[in-house]
């Protein structure tokens, strides 16, 4: 049941100046991820700055997302809350909408119990019919999923098929695949980790990287899932100084700048989020440059 092989892009949500969602632009972006050879489309996740959105919103992103895109590569959409009962009408609404999978974040701030993981994961995947990766990244959610706890999701819960690993942890990573036994797809959820957790297993990434370098971020999975270890190695550490300016601030304040630098016209971040201090835009821009990637 795996969702996708490859590099996902956990796309940006553009906005106007007035804070308004801007379609047209998302739909901009999305035809240059497909073009760009991008593996699926990952909306309203944390780089789309979904925590700010209205439901309303949240739902209109999808939906849009979904007919854009039109079944060329599949659209998976964060649906995570930290309250249940919201996950589910998230998750139950998108899958009317037409999504292809459900992204589903740890309850944040409420930090539940490995009992309490699993009480909420199950309500969600039992609500839909649709495949849901499990997003484990306790360093914005204050909860970590052990690899107990995703392993035991995978084998009783049917289209609980994935993991988004953004722990940081490659031994926590190296321990849930050794348990799964490849029950569960892992992705990367950290750009700087790709070809560490590809070597354990892993099938792919979703990535804020993708945002403006969606070809490379693509081949550096494929060449490794094809056989060619130099080439993704390459690849990823030739990235690196870009993947420290793209998280030199909280995501995804760098990778929207990124953006704007590039003349997307992504417009502003929602509050709390701030603009980027300008050293580090000047960092980001020089990694940019360095990079490859022409600026505006």
């Known amino acids: 049941m795996a969702v996708f092989k490859g590099a996902g892009v956990a796309i940006v ?20 991820q497909i073009a760009a050879g991008t ?34 590569i ?16 998230l998750s139950v609404e998108a899958e009317k909408l037409g999504a292809d999978a459900l992204l589903q974040v740890t309850p944040y701030y409420n930090k539940a119990t490995q009992k309490g993981l699993i009480a909420h994961f199950t309500a969600v995947a039992e609500s839909v019919k649709l495949p849901i990766i499990l997003y484990n990244v306790p360093s914005r959610t204050g909860c970590n999923i052990l690899p107990e706890t995703a392993v035991y999701l995978a084998k009783n819960v049917p289209n609980i098929v994935g993991i988004k690993e953004a722990s940081g942890n490659i031994s926590q990573v190296a321990k849930l695949a050794q348990l799964a036994d ?25 990535s804020v990287l993708s ?40 995501n995804p304040i760098p990778v929207k700048t990124a953006m704007n630098l590039l003349g997307k016209e992504c417009g ?24 490859g990637i022409a600026l505006a």
């Not at 969602?21 to 240059?32: G, I, P, Q």
């Not at 439901?55 to 997302?65: F, N, S, T």
């Not at 060619?228 to 420290?244: G, K, T």
């Not at 709390?272 to 020089?286: G, N, W």
């Open 74 to 89: 599949p659209v998976i959409a964060g649906t995570g809350s930290n309250s249940t009962e919201t996950a589910v009408y």
């Open 211 to 250: 945002n403006v370098a969606p070809e490379k971020t693509h081949d550096m999975v494929m060449s490794f899932l094809e056989g060619n270890v130099a080439e993704s190695r390459r690849l990823q550490l030739e990235a690196l100084p870009l993947i420290d300016a793209l998280f030199c601030e909280v």
């Open 39 to 72: 593996d699926s489309i990952i909306i309203c996740g944390t780089t789309g700055e979904a925590s700010t959105l209205s439901h309303e919103e949240h739902l209109d992103v999808i939906g849009h997302a979904v007919k854009v895109v039109n079944g060329r």
């Open 268 to 291: 502003p971040l929602r509050g709390p989020l701030s603009p980027m201090e300008p050293d580090h835009v000047e960092k980001l821009r020089k990694a940019m440059t360095d990079y």
């Open 13 to 32: 949500t553009p906005f106007f100046e007035d804070g308004t969602v801007n379609y047209d632009k998302l739909t901009e972006l999305l035809e240059e």
């Open 182 to 206: 490849g029950c569960i797809d892992i992705y990367s959820g950290n750009d700087d980790q790709v070809v560490p957790i590809l070597s354990l297993g892993g099938i792919g990434v979703i």
